[in-house]
């Protein structure tokens, strides 16, 4: 078996599915080669994420990740949350197949895309989407 038991489940029961109206923030982020696509929402009170729903056109991995990112984001700041790595998303699901590790590079890259677009509504500077620290 190629896939962990937590990829297997969080792709069968992902958690966190769906949009959140009147988001906070909302990041989209797409691959251009292959044309999936992950959108995350963000549901922010003082600073903190209260609520995060995604959608994805995305395979089983983007699927798994993006769930097990959403429920380690649900209740932290906003820059814990800009903390997150693709890769502990990855360790948290017991690990990927190598070939899709790119696949929850969309995540990470969402989740971004979110705190900032979140940011920038309030006035904010953006953070440095290089910077993951
Ligand atoms: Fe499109 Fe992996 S093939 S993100
Ligand atoms: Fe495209 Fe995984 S999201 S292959």
Not at 18 to 45: P, Q, S, T, W
Not at 49 to 62: H, L, M, N, R
Not at 86 to 92: D, G
């Amino acid at each position: 078996m190629i896939y962990s038991e937590k990829v297997m489940d969080h792709f069968k029961n992902p958690r966190n599915v769906g949009e959140i109206e009147n988001a906070d923030g909302i990041g989209e982020v797409g691959n251009a080669k292959c044309g999936d696509i992950m959108r995350i929402y963000l549901k922010v009170e003082d600073n903190i994420i209260k609520d995060v729903k995604f959608k994805t056109y995305g395979c089983g991995s983007a699927i798994a990740s993006s769930s097990m990112a959403t429920e380690l984001i649900k209740g932290k700041t906003l820059d814990e949350a800009w903390t997150l790595t693709n890769k502990a998303v990855a360790e948290a699901l017991d690990g990927l197949p190598p070939i899709k590790m790119h696949c929850s590079v969309l995540a990470e890259d969402a989740i971004h895309k979110a705190i900032n677009d979140y940011r920038v509504k309030q006035g904010l500077e953006p953070y440095d989407m290089e910077d993951h620290s």
